[in-house]
């Protein structure tokens, strides 16, 4: 089963973790909401609008490039580097496929699994002290994103 754990948001850092076996840190120097697009992802490869979804986690002056696939119930998650700096490169898109130069890791989960695991990290700061961690070291609450794929998670499972 899949993990997922939301390591660390602080001073416009968000750090991630799947599976105990990769982190990803992302700064909002930028203005790249990478939570924001990785939940608007899932929801785009869930409601069939895509099958690929490709994004970057700008880790300053380093990348992280995220191709996340649809393959019937599976989600498909590969993590590359990238020889560019975060800033050369689009926050998402195709584009950016050009750029995964090496996979540092790759698995798959069942799509309602790997939905259920993000949404209850993501549960931790939608409201309370985690809302104000969040609030205050991030930006406003993803609710938008989050709401969809709560929503698509509770048609589904």
């Given amino acids: 089963e899949m993990l997922f754990k939301i390591l660390c948001i602080s001073h416009r850092w968000f750090e991630i973790d799947f599976n105990r076996m990769i982190v990803l840190t992302n700064s909002y120097y930028l203005g790249c909401d ?3 697009f990785l939940l608007e992802a899932l929801g785009n490869l869930f409601e069939n609008k895509a099958s690929e979804q490709w994004l970057c986690w ?21 993590i590359y580097d990238t020889d560019q700096e975060s800033s ?28 259920e695991a993000i949404i209850t990290e993501f549960s931790l700061y939608e ?8 609030l205050s070291n991030w930006g406003n609450f993803l609710q938008k994103e989050y709401d969809r794929i709560k929503e698509i998670y509770q048609k589904n499972k």
Avoid: V
């Fill in 58 to 78: 700008q880790d300053e002056p380093e990348a992280y490039i995220l191709k996340l696939e649809r393959n019937d119930n599976k989600l498909i998650i590969e």
């Fill in 34 to 36: 990478a939570p924001a």
């Fill in 127 to 134: 409201n309370g002290n985690g809302n104000k961690i969040y």
């Fill in 88 to 115: 050369d490169l689009e926050y998402r898109g195709i584009s950016l496929a050009k750029n995964a130069t090496k996979l540092l890791y790759g698995f798959d989960e069942e799509i309602i699994k790997a939905l």
